[in-house]
């Protein structure tokens, strides 16, 4: 079986085992591919893909686009902030006049949670999800287990602690879902006020001492503070937190263990972690950034694969 | 379904020989040629060659890659099954350098342009060639021929020629096979 189980990729919540490893497969072949003299194939050179950012991104979007253009797809992008939807246009009537442009894939990013789905209800097009709200940021998490699986192996039976805002967080709870399916067991760790309240039921461990935290773990993957989505203060100030929750070279040090750091970028250096923690040979974030490439490539392969061709 | 042996493994043994001779003939001691087996069932063809290089000709130096064609084919989504990649392994340069594609079957020729678009990735060969094992003149799509052919057959449309392998299937032997 090597076809996707889903339609479009909405969420981790909707995709199966099979669906990650035939993703991990795939990209293992376009890892290959781009870090070859020529890094593009041809395969999706009929495709046309529009990349809807109604919300600022630099290296998903960019990421996208690399992967979109390495299969040979062709691609428009589109940003809100210089767009008709500062007009009042609805996401509907500008995804179909998007569409009337014979689109075959959108890739979206949207504040609002359950955009992406509701887009994939009245549009004739596969839609990947970039983001949407606080709500799921699959490929982000897809790209994390790969880089897990290059470190060490295997995700299966690997501790993991999500340090940081969980409750603003996408990538959090993309990636608790994705560790989750392929056994591994995940904590999270940040202010209490940031941990949201359903987490346990989720099969998550909280713990509010990072040392502990990273202590009991192989991984800490830790978020950026998202200062945009927090309209009342969660914690009394950057310095305390950066105090209590960041991740410095004493506090790694310190443990008798060498852990994996990972961060989905962009770093807040200083407050999350500090510069020789993010610069150092535990760090991976490097390599987050390169799987990206290669895990985009392979979930857009995918999806392009169940594209009916008299669409054209 | 009815399966009828083309090649047992002594007839196979003996053009695998004839093959590497001539590709002696060629390339003499392969110093600027590279060989490819084609994924996924050339790479055995091309295994095979290699061994009998350096066993019974003594030329041990042949360069020999693998090179999966998958996201060249001119046929995404217009299958009924999805297409299953496989790997690409060419830790060499093919730039200036003789290339030999090596294949089990020549069929409608669309494996091997995809493949002459593949190489590309890696750089700019002289020239290159082709090598197959069978060769179904009568099916081709496009206007590809081989340089050194095992075997030519005719075989209609609906029969298929099956490669088996020693090291894959347990034998060698070729059949075709009419369902």
């Known amino acids: ?312 | 379904m009815s399966k009828k042996i083309l090649l047992n493994s002594k007839e196979i043994h003996i053009i695998l020989h004839r093959l590497a001779c001539q590709l002696i003939e060629n390339h003499n001691n392969f110093e600027n040629t590279v060989l490819i087996g084609i994924q996924p069932r050339g790479i055995y063809l091309a295994e095979r060659l290699v061994s009998i290089l350096k066993e019974d000709y003594n030329i041990s130096n042949v360069k020999l890659g693998q090179l999966d064609i998958t996201f060249y084919r001119d046929d995404f989504r217009r299958r009924g099954e999805p297409i299953e990649a496989n790997k690409t392994n060419i830790n060499f340069i093919v730039e200036d350098k003789n290339v030999v594609f090596i294949d089990d079957v020549l069929y409608s020729g669309r494996s091997i342009r995809a493949a002459l678009t593949a190489i590309q990735s890696f750089g700019r060969p002289i020239d290159i060639e082709l090598l197959v094992l069978i060769d179904r003149r009568f099916s081709r799509h496009l206007p590809i021929q081989p340089n050194y052919r095992g075997r030519q057959v005719d075989v209609i449309n609906e029969e298929r020629v099956t490669v088996n392998w020693k090291e894959k299937d347990g034998k060698d032997a070729v059949y075709i096979i009419n369902n």
Not at chain 1, 44 to 67: M, P
Not at chain 1, 172 to 182: D, E, G, H, P, R
């Open chain 1, 1 to 312: 079986m090597s076809q996707l189980s889903v339609q479009h990729l909405l969420g981790i919540k909707h995709l199966k085992r099979s669906d990650i490893d035939l993703i991990f497969e795939t990209a293992d072949h376009f890892k290959e591919v781009i870090n070859r003299p020529i890094k593009k194939v041809p395969s999706l050179r009929d495709i046309t893909i529009a990349n809807l950012f109604f919300e600022n991104s630099t290296r998903t979007k960019l990421s996208f686009e690399l992967a979109e253009k390495r299969l040979s797809a062709d691609v428009i992008n589109f940003s809100a902030n210089q767009s008709s939807v500062k007009k009042g246009e609805t996401l509907i009537d500008t995804a179909n006049n998007i569409l009337s442009m014979k689109v075959d894939l959108i890739v979206m990013r949207h504040s609002n949670v359950g955009a992406c789905d509701f887009l994939s209800k009245h549009v004739d097009a596969k839609i990947v999800n970039a983001g949407d709200g606080t709500h799921e940021h699959p490929t982000q998490a897809l790209l994390d287990s790969y880089s897990i699986r290059e470190k060490l192996g295997d995700v299966a039976g690997k501790k993991v602690v999500i340090v940081g805002d969980i409750l603003h967080s996408r990538v959090a709870l993309s990636n608790i879902y994705a560790l989750k399916l392929q056994g591994a067991e995940v904590k999270v760790c940040g202010p209490k006020t940031l941990i949201p309240k359903y987490i346990e039921s989720l099969g998550v461990g909280i713990e509010c001492n990072i040392k502990k935290a990273l202590e009991w773990c192989d991984v800490a993957n830790v978020l950026r503070v998202q200062n945009e989505r927090m309209a009342i203060n969660y914690f009394p100030s950057t310095r305390e937190y950066s105090q209590l929750f960041g991740i410095n070279k004493q506090l790694l040090d310190s443990l008798n263990k060498k852990i994996v750091i990972m961060h989905p970028g962009p770093i807040n250096r200083g407050v999350e972690l500090t510069s020789d923690v993010a610069d150092s040979g535990q760090s991976i974030i490097l390599n987050q950034v390169e799987n990206g490439v290669a895990i985009r490539m392979a979930v857009i392969y995918l999806l392009a694969q169940q594209i009916e061709r008299h669409k054209q």
